[in-house]
């Protein structure tokens, strides 16, 4: 049961945030109860869409992206947001059962990806204070500073949303997951 109010439609939401929750069902043909959620702050909202657009316009690759946000949430214990990567993964990144299953253990099939997926995993860990044996190891795979940014992004703006989720016991419209430690 949710612990923060979740509008009901667009309409219920504060009129601000309208505007941001039907551009969003534009985009993707419905509104998640996620952004029904933060949509209680029409700041928020902007916010949290304003850094989803620009890290899309990134040089990671979206499949790469989900990968991230499966390894954070599994970390977080957060079932909304595996919930809705897992059905992501599956429908959008085209992520097969057992990579998605690795993506939650914190790694991937995908020597690439597996850098990036393993970096984000330690940095989510270790909140950001990884070694410099971790940060080599990206680099060596490819990986180069603004991609490294953009990992640490995407673990922050994930990590926000397992919080928001987690805080607000959003309740999940996606294909329910639950995290592996439950």
């Known amino acids: 049961m949710t612990r923060i109010a979740t509008p009901a439609t667009i309409a219920d939401a504060p009129l601000a945030a309208q505007p941001l929750l039907e551009a969003v069902k534009r985009q993707i043909g419905s509104v998640p109860n996620l952004f029904r959620v933060v949509s209680n702050s029409p700041a928020a909202l902007e916010g949290y869409l304003g850094l989803s657009a620009a890290l899309g316009k990134g040089t990671l690759p979206a499949a790469t992206r989900e990968r991230i946000a499966l390894a954070v949430a599994e970390i977080n214990g957060c079932d909304y947001c595996l919930s809705a990567h897992s059905f992501m993964a599956k429908t959008i990144a085209k992520l097969d059962e057992a990579e998605i299953l ?10 690439t990806a ?13 909140r950001g204070h990884v070694s410099e044996e971790a940060l080599a190891r990206v680099k060596l795979a490819g990986y180069d500073d603004a ?17 928001i989720n987690s805080v607000a016991g959003t309740v999940i419209d996606f294909p329910a997951a639950k995290a592996l430690a439950a």
């Open 114 to 126: 597996d850098a990036a997926v393993r970096f984000a995993a330690e940095v989510t860990k270790a």
């Open 147 to 163: 991609q490294v940014v953009e990992i640490v992004l995407h673990v922050a703006l994930n990590t926000w949303t397992n919080y």
């Open 102 to 111: 690795a993506n939650r253990h914190g790694h991937s099939n995908d020597p």
